[in-house]
């Protein structure tokens, strides 16, 4: 939602480098959210290798650097 934001005010470029970002992050395959895994969710996805918004957030930030 924030990239349609962005193409929508006329900002398309930092748009296209966050999907770039969000894009290389899936692509790793390293950093999963527990729907990316397929796990049902529950209170121990996270103990069964999903990873939190707050890591799958990092790993997006860390790829636009």
């Not at 692509?27 to 918004?53: E, F, N």
Request: hydrophobic share 40%; with cysteine.
């Amino acid at each position: 939602s924030a990239c349609m934001m962005l193409d929508h005010i006329g900002e398309t470029e930092k748009a296209a480098r966050i999907r770039k970002a969000i894009e290389s992050v899936i692509a790793d395959g390293k950093v999963r959210s527990y729907d990316m895994l397929k796990l049902k969710g529950s209170q121990d996805v996270l103990d069964r290798g999903a990873a939190s918004t707050t890591e799958m957030t990092d790993a997006i930030i860390s790829a636009l650097n």
